[in-house]
């Protein structure tokens, strides 16, 4: 641990209702990183933290001296660096490329999945717009319900219509919900996480959609219970996973990178995610702020342009590039992953940031743009990158 003292203790900053705050909150627990846990409100955030990050996002990491971090993927790397021991990466390079692969999956291919569940049935929307409300953005001599019909009608425009779903794709975005399920179960009846004996980074990609979206919100938490038992007892395991006593429990033997029953989790992100991650960043290169995806036969439009997601292809694509591994490069290819990767070569993300992260830029931010923030939050096509890491 050279070097952290200067930075500990941390304090993370979170929001209950948060995607990707439960996948920090878990590394940071098992990892048992010194931090305390603040959960912040809209205004907190638009007023206090988005000056110091650029974003009105969660989480987001305080260092000691000061100095806000942020990205949930980023920071892990970034944590590992500091806090070597109990490792999330495996030591054998093709594995760690497979494990990275599948993180960036799971941290971003199940968002609208996760986001879609959340807000399309009146049951699971009515009760986290009332969350949303109370617990995170109230506002003085304003009527409660008004502020949850408001939250309600955001939310909905946000992640479902602005995020491509549709009458003619919804059955498409519950089927990737249920593949998903069934394919983790088979994983986990037969090893505890998705490497082996311990917590992966992939684990961790996982967690967060599966925890405060599928495990907690009553629609997909019902179809888990119903359909994956197994998963279901993955997501409390991970939540009370402590490397102090799991140890140097063992990664599962993998020759070519690639444990068993992992296939089917590249097969599926080949066809979901990799050819979105392609079509986005032909956009951005192209300087279009739209585009439509298609995905397993059927059109998600209009999706945003974003530049972090640009560029997180790259990095995928240059992690590969270090790889000599024919084994892990026929699983790729058999799978369809290798041909999305390397179509069209590496396209320029235009995203310099990318290479700052997870450090945050200090931002100046006017009244109008505090009021903005407070009200709408930070779109997610900005250039600070996606909104809620």
């Known amino acids: 641990m050279t070097g952290t003292a200067a930075y500990e203790p941390y304090t993370l900053y ?58 949930s993927t980023a920071m892990i790397e970034w944590f590992e660096q ?59 001599l304003t009527p409660k319900f008004v502020m949850r019909r408001m939250a309600l009608r955001r939310q909905r425009q946000t992640y479902m219509q602005h995020d ?4 003619e794709n919804r059955a498409d975005v519950e089927r990737h919900y249920h593949d998903e399920l069934r394919d983790l179960e088979a994983i986990f009846r037969e090893r505890p996480f998705l490497f082996g004996a311990r917590p992966s980074f992939a684990d961790f990609g ?6 405060r979206h599928f495990s907690i919100d009553p629609t997909p938490a019902r179809i888990m219970r119903d359909e994956a038992p197994a998963v279901y007892e993955w997501v409390a395991r991970m939540w009370n996973a402590r490397a102090s006593k799991i140890g140097d429990a063992a990664w599962t033997p993998a020759p070519d990178g690639v444990p068993p029953g992992i ?15 392609h079509a986005n960043a032909r956009a951005v290169a192209d300087g279009q702020t739209r585009f439509d995806a298609t995905i397993d036969g059927k059109t998600y439009p209009k999706l945003a342009a974003v530049r972090f997601q640009a560029w997180r292809r790259s990095v995928l694509q240059n992690a590969l590039a270090e790889v000599s591994s024919p084994g ?43 009021i903005r923030m407070q009200l709408f939050g930070t779109p997610h096509h900005e250039e600070a990158g996606t909104a809620g890491h």
């Open 14 to 71: 979170v929001f209950d209702l948060s995607y990707f705050s439960g996948k920090m909150q878990a590394y940071l627990r098992y990892k048992e990183i010194p931090h305390r846990t603040v959960d912040v409100s809209w205004r907190e955030l638009a007023s206090r933290i988005a000056p110091k990050t650029g974003l009105v996002e969660v989480p987001v990491v305080e260092r000691a001296d000061g100095v806000f971090l942020r990205d």
């Open 82 to 140: 500091r806090y070597p021991h109990a490792p999330v990466l495996p030591e054998d390079p093709a594995a760690r490329f497979v494990c990275r692969l599948l993180e960036d999956y799971a941290d971003e291919g199940l968002w609208r999945p996760a986001l879609y569940y959340r807000w399309a049935f009146d049951k699971d929307a009515l009760l986290n717009a009332r969350r949303f409300t109370e617990d995170f953005l109230s506002y003085p």
């Open 164 to 167: 491509g779903v549709t009458a």
């Open 206 to 211: 996982y967690f967060a959609s599966m925890f």
């Open 263 to 277: 296939e089917p989790l590249l097969a599926r992100a080949a066809r979901r995610y990799l050819p979105v991650l």
């Open 328 to 370: 892990l490069r026929e699983v790729l290819a058999r799978t369809g992953c290798l041909e999305m990767l390397e179509k069209d070569g590496v396209i320029d993300a235009k995203y310099p940031a990318g290479t700052l992260l997870p450090l945050s830029q200090p931002r100046s931010i006017g009244l109008a743009d505090r």
